[in-house]
């Protein structure tokens, strides 16, 4: 992907320090947006989704599952539901959970609205980083997502031509 631009959410101050301190030394080729919470980066994804934006916009967004307002699992199907208008993939986008929680209640339920991946946290520093690079070089690096362009998002779904 082209795209190195990364949404980070999560309501824990420390764990966004983490993350940030993670990036700067050992992942400064991805730039990180940090969000408090869900209910402002659903306000921000909002905002990008006028076709007059003209500013970065994500090609991964990581959330925190547990999250005051709207939690990681509200703002999944949020996103989700957002109409892509050519200018936007949100249906497409990568989406990965990091909780602390890791019933398979709360796994499933996750995936069935749309999550690509889910993730415990790590509780020490180096298991973070790997968590993270690993998250970083898979959907950044090697994923390859559908282009969305007005033209192409406005297309009815014909066959399939696996050949070309």
Known sequence: MDNKEIYLV????????????????????????????????????????????????????????KMPSINGLELLKLIRQ??????????????????NNSSNEITTRCYLA???????????FEELRYMLETICHYWMDYNKLPAVSPTESQQKPTALDLDE
């Open 114 to 124: 749309g999550a690509n991946s889910f993730f415990m946290k790590p509780v020490e």
């Open 10 to 65: 999560d309501d824990s101050a420390d764990h966004r320090y983490l993350v940030r301190t993670i990036f700067n030394k050992f992942l400064p080729n991805y730039h990180v947006r940090f969000f408090q919470g869900g209910n402002e980066l659903y306000q921000f994804l909002i905002l990008q989704s006028a076709p007059s934006y003209t500013g970065r916009r994500p090609g991964l967004i990581i959330m925190d599952l």
């Open 82 to 99: 957002t109409p892509d208008n050519g200018v936007t993939q949100w249906k497409t986008m990568p989406i990965v959970i990091l909780s």
